[in-house]
């Protein structure tokens, strides 16, 4: 079974999110960002979501952490939660 590892930044406004991705674009620090922003409890650690499989995760985030580019940043990503962006750090199938 496929099995991946992200992190992410989760924020209330697609604006917020799209400002702190151009920020990630021009050299700063993912995980520092997720701990000045993310409004999920994994910003503590860096936005790290350790590793899952499919269906752990809400339908959008599955979709991009499974079918989009390793090691890109991604996103907006909206979700019932809010706007995300997701930095897949690894996946295997």
Not at 52 to 79: I, L, R
């Amino acid at each position: 079974m496929a099995k991946a590892r992200a992190r992410h930044i989760l924020v209330e406004s697609r604006e917020k999110c799209e400002e702190i991705k151009v920020q990630i674009a021009n050299g700063t620090d993912f995980a520092e960002m997720a701990k000045q922003h993310s409004q999920c409890p994994s910003g503590q650690q860096g936005g790290d979501l350790g590793e899952f499989s499919p269906g752990q995760m809400v339908k959008e985030f599955d979709q991009v952490v499974f079918s989009e580019e390793v090691g890109k940043v991604h996103g907006p990503v909206q979700t019932q939660f809010g706007y995300h962006l997701i930095e897949i750090t690894k996946r295997s199938e």
